[in-house]
Every structure is written in structure tokens, then in C-alpha cells.
């Protein structure tokens, strides 16, 4: 048996499990298997999803990000996620303040600030489809935004975010017909105030509602603005309580390739604790 060291970080109330792979020690088809095994509440370390660091492939790139949920799937991008293994890669003193890392949905920027600050570059959002009519089981119907930050997300404004069913309502629209093959994460949003939403968040992967979701509060504030409910930069007041800082520039409604650009994601990260596994 071989012994892996791990991290533990938490963003925001995303908890992630990270190993430095860059040696290429532990074979890529033992990810999915090792997520699944590692990610259980109580019978392992517990997390929403696994990441690892493995050596880049990409010129002008540090390092390759690869991210599973915690049921094993693949998973292109993960905000939070990446927030968190670029604060590690820089522990780690793999890269500098600044650093340019691949994902599987291209590559990315980040920015290490003081106060476990981390400031994250997106690429530009795509797939945007606005005023989607879904048809319930129950037979009614609700009016929802499609928008893909990386990974696909659907926004939902509502109310009364409190009284919502998240992991009932958001699984029922993550397997929806419309959504098929490949699905989509679900998140229902609250306007606060012009610069302020309430979001909470079913993830993909994770199957049920968690305490953030960095490409969601990013799809929900860019998708608030494009209806003229908040100007950028947006707060996004999380499950968790923690707040997460979009920013983003609108372009002309002219620009087909995407509704907006320069985006970003900031917010902190924890390094909680680091251990030791046997595979």
C-alpha cells in the first residue's frame, strides 16, 4: 500500500479534499474511485469534491487542475475549487502570487491576496439562454436562465428563498428533460438590493443542495445583471453565510460570443488540516 498525503480546504463552505499529483504517482483512472472513497461524511475525510494537482500541459501554465465530485464524476470546473488548489499550489511554492493554471474548461488566473484572500479569473461564460419555460412534474411551470461558467448552471429567481426545497426542486430541474444529456447545477436567487443576492445552490455531482457554489454565485450575479436587478461587482450572500465578491464587465448586446467578460470570483479560503491515506 502507498501512503498519499492530502489537504483539506474549505471555501466559503465548500469543503475540498486536494493532492498534489505532480509526480504522476497515482494513475488518472484511480481519480474518479479515489473521490468517491475519500469524499464520504463519516466513513472518510469527507468533502464536496476531490482536486488534483497534476503537472501542466499547456505552455505559460504552472499547473493543471483536475477536479471529481464527491460521486466520482468529472467535473470541468469547480470556482471555489480553484480558489482553493491555486492557495495550495502556492503553499506548496509551485507558483507565485499570481498564477496561471489549466482546467478543463481552459485556463484560468488567479490572484493570492493577504487575509487568505483569493482573487479567481474566469474564462468568459457561454451557452447563455435566456427565459426557459420548465415544465414541473407537479404540471406547473417556472421561468429560469441557462448559463455555462465553466460548468452548466440554471438560475431561478424566487421570493422566498427560505421556503424553497432546494434538493427537492433542484433535483427534479437538474434531471429535467431540457437539461439532458449532461444536466445542470440549479440555483435559486434572492435580490437583495442593487449590488447584494441571496443565492442557494443544488449541485451536480454532489447531488444536493451545498453550502457555495463558486460558478454559481458567479452565473447567478452575471444573469441578475443581464435582467437589470444588480449592477457589478455583486455580493452573493451564500448558504454558508460567507460572501463571495463577483465582478464582470457587460458587453453590447451585439457580442454573440458571450454577454459579458473580464470575470472574476473572490473570496477566502482555509486551509483546515492535512493528513495522510494508504491506496
Not at 449541485?203 to 463558486?214: H, P
Not at 464582470?248 to 479560503?269: A, C, M, R, T
Amino acid at each position: 500500500m502507498k501512503k498519499i498525503k492530502f489537504a483539506k480546504f474549505v471555501a466559503s463552505g465548500n469543503d475540498f479534499v486536494i493532492i498534489n499529483n505532480f509526480d504522476k504517482k497515482i494513475q488518472a483512472k484511480k481519480y474518479p474511485e479515489l473521490a468517491k472513497k475519500l469524499c464520504q461524511s463519516k466513513f472518510a475525510i469527507g468533502a464536496d469534491g476531490l482536486l488534483i494537482i497534476e503537472p501542466p500541459t499547456k505552455d505559460n501554465c504552472e499547473f493543471k487542475m483536475v477536479y471529481y465530485n464527491s460521486d466520482g464524476s468529472f467535473a470541468s470546473m469547480c470556482g471555489n475549487g480553484a480558489r482553493c488548489i491555486a492557495y495550495y499550489a502556492y503553499e506548496l511554492e509551485l507558483c507565485e502570487e499570481i498564477v496561471d493554471f489549466e482546467t478543463a474548461a481552459g485556463v484560468v488566473s488567479c490572484q493570492i491576496k493577504k487575509n487568505n484572500m483569493v482573487k479567481l479569473k474566469l474564462q468568459d461564460p457561454k451557452d447563455y439562454k435566456p427565459d426557459i419555460n420548465i415544465k414541473l412534474e407537479n404540471g406547473k411551470e417556472i421561468n429560469a436562465d441557462f448559463i455555462n461558467t465553466g460548468v452548466p448552471h440554471t438560475i431561478i429567481f424566487v421570493d422566498d428563498i427560505e421556503k424553497i426545497d432546494v434538493d427537492k426542486l433542484g433535483r427534479e430541474i437538474r434531471y429535467h428533460k431540457i437539461f439532458s444529456p449532461e444536466g445542470t447545477n440549479v440555483d435559486f436567487v434572492k435580490v437583495r438590493d442593487k449590488h447584494t443576492l441571496i443565492i442557494r445552490t443544488y449541485e451536480r455531482g454532489v447531488e444536493a443542495e451545498t453550502l457555495s457554489c463558486g460558478t454559481g454565485v458567479t452565473a447567478s450575479a452575471i444573469i441578475a445583471s443581464l435582467k437589470n436587478f444588480v449592477d457589478p461587482p455583486v455580493k452573493c450572500v451564500t448558504k454558508s453565510g460567507e460572501i463571495l465578491k463577483i465582478g464582470f464587465k457587460k458587453n453590447s448586446p451585439q457580442d454573440l460570443i458571450s454577454p459579458v467578460s473580464n470575470v472574476y470570483l473572490e473570496g477566502k479560503v482555509y486551509h483546515v488540516f492535512d493528513g495522510e491515506f494508504f491506496v
